[in-house]
């Protein structure tokens, strides 16, 4: 089935347009008082998984839609709304609304059964000349992209996937749905047989979570990461690369309440080996939260296994979000606790606390600093900045020069300014 959605973007025609007063001084020149608007259509594929009508297909389709239709094989055309989306995983849910009794859905299944080399079918709406199939192999499993989302490993596949295939089935030759075609790698725009998709098993569980009455919460490990190579495999005294190296522990996360600490190698989820931190984020969303995982670990040269229990980021502390007032350089600044659960909304790092820059207003003395969204304020003149009162506490005193210590990214740096 293919998806067209339709969003309404609006532009100002002249650069004083969005004023009532300009609007006004300038009505009897002919300037058009209202700004101009137009629609933008694209294009995408989607996969019917329940006969109530139940569809899902790329968050990258429907992102901002206004109008989203699905046109069946038959040439039907139904209306539909969005049910969930998971800018992530790049997976949306949409309803289809008035569904026909006799919609014709797909059995999802079981994508951890694949293997390299087994045969699939890709079927899309390339380029929008209508559904196609096409067939090829699983090159790969577990494959992860450059730059890619932090949680997912794809399944790739050389049968021809382009422009438009986006949201649509890839099926085992069972006729199950054992992917969700999402990406492609190409220097041209057009398929060169190396094509991504979504596995199965991370629909089921996002399905899971809409039968239980809400979107899907990811899980949440309360560790930094980073994956064993050759070298470190040798000096851990583990026989080959694999698994990840825990850095860093949360107090308050899953893998701290697991036993677990800095040093410690996790290489199995669930008794499925684990390379890259996408596929142990995958391995942990299959799980339902509050439900336990077995890992296999590796310390001191030693195997070990433990129990893990799944659960989400903690928003703890609230946020708390404020905007800064008074008469100093941060004046008009919105920050914010960090926590878990808000760093992730953030696109932060999970594991960073403190107090982070929500929004800097477009005009006055922050703008002038440079500072950016995602800056975090760690001391003033001097003294730590550990939450959103404290730093209203240490901006509150008439210095005439101010020392603002700023972390951005892995660097630190401090503004001086005078008052």
Sequence with gaps: MSITTRKRIRADRDPFAGDPFFRYFFRDFGVPSRPASRTQTSLGSGVIVRADGLVVTNNHVVEGADEIAVVLDDRRELAATLVTADERTDLAFLQLQDAPGD???????????????????????????????????????????????????????????????????????????????????TRGGGSIGIGFAIPAALVKAQIRAIDAGGRFTRPWLGASVQPVDPALARTLGLTRPVGLMILDVHPAGAAAAAGLRRGDVVTEVNGVEIYDEQGLNLR??????????????????????????????????????????GRHPLSGVTVANMSPAYNEGLGLDMLDRGVVVVEVPRRGFAARLRLRPGDRIVGIDGQSVDDVDRLEALLDHRGRRWEIAVRRGDRTFTLSVDS
Excluded: M
């Excluded at 199939?133 to 790969?140: F, K, R």
């Design 103 to 185: 919609l014709p859905l797909v059995t999802i299944g079981d994508s951890d059964e694949l293997e390299v080399g087994d045969l699939v079918l890709a079927i899309g709406n390339p380029f929008g000349i209508g559904q196609t199939v096409t067939s090829g192999i699983v090159s790969a499993k577990a494959r992860t992209t450059p730059g890619g989302r932090n949680d997912v490993s794809f399944i790739q596949t050389d049968a021809a996937i382009n422009p438009g295939n986006s949201g649509g089935a890839l099926v085992s030759l069972d006729g199950e749905l054992v992917g969700v075609n999402t990406a492609i790698f």
């Design 284 to 325: 942990l969303a299959l799980a339902p939260l509050g439900e336990d995982v077995s890992l296999g670990c590796w310390r001191d040269g030693r195997a070990f296994d433990t129990e893990l229990q799944v659960t989400a980021a903690p928003l703890d502390p609230a946020p708390d979000e404020t905007r800064l007032d």
